[in-house]
């Protein structure tokens, strides 16, 4: 077996249980047949995770890159907010398109986490998780194209992550693909509808407006 560095061994490893746990469920899979995917030893297994703890909070943080990856890769200027904000939003759905059965197992996780003593943090890490991708997303989205918000950053990023994680839930069910792209046009039309052309910041604003949690001056309704 080639050796390779212990992080890159982790991401492996990490890829292969996602694909056990798709396949055969969270509570199925084991370390040897995660091993056995990876095609590696179960010393090495060991090596990497010191717990299912660890494992499963690798594996969190990976399917959550794995969604949010092609996003940020599409939020890039197009010809206006709204145009690159559903761009953004396109690029994830056509994610869950292709991997179902991924964005499925996101929420055995949750449920599985959620009812295992001594598990749950992962559950509530999972969420928090969700939420900072927003707040990274849409960060990315005010260099690139400067507005001011009417709620904070934060709130946003939270109302974001709950309405794609509800969103995904109701598709995986129903499969109804119209009815889930009118939708997220309607989320686009709603946090395009919370924002406005940013202005230059004074001088003494300037650190103010930097600031993660400062969502622009108050706008008139």
Known sequence: MARMPSAERRRQLTEAAIRVMARDGVARATTRSICAEAGVSLSVFHYCFESKQALLESVIAAITEHGIAVAREAIRPRATLRETIRAGFQAYWDHVAANPGEHMLTYELTQYALRRPGFEHL???????????????????????????????????????????????????????????????????????????????????????????????????
Do not use: C, K, W
Request: proline fraction near 6%; avoid cysteine; hydrophobic fraction near 40%.
């Open 123 to 221: 559950a509530r890490r999972q969420y928090e998780l969700y939420s900072d991708t927003y707040t990274e997303l849409i960060e990315q989205l005010r260099r690139l194209m400067p507005f001011e918000l009417r709620v904070p950053v934060h709130v946003l990023a939270r109302y974001l992550a709950a309405m794609t994680d509800g969103l995904t839930l109701n598709h995986l069910v129903l499969g109804d693909a119209a009815v889930s792209a009118a939708i997220l046009d309607m989320i686009t039309d709603h946090v395009a509808g919370l924002t406005e052309t940013a202005h230059r910041p004074a001088d003494g604003d300037a650190d103010r407006a930097h600031s993660p949690e400062y969502a622009g001056p108050p706008l008139s309704v």
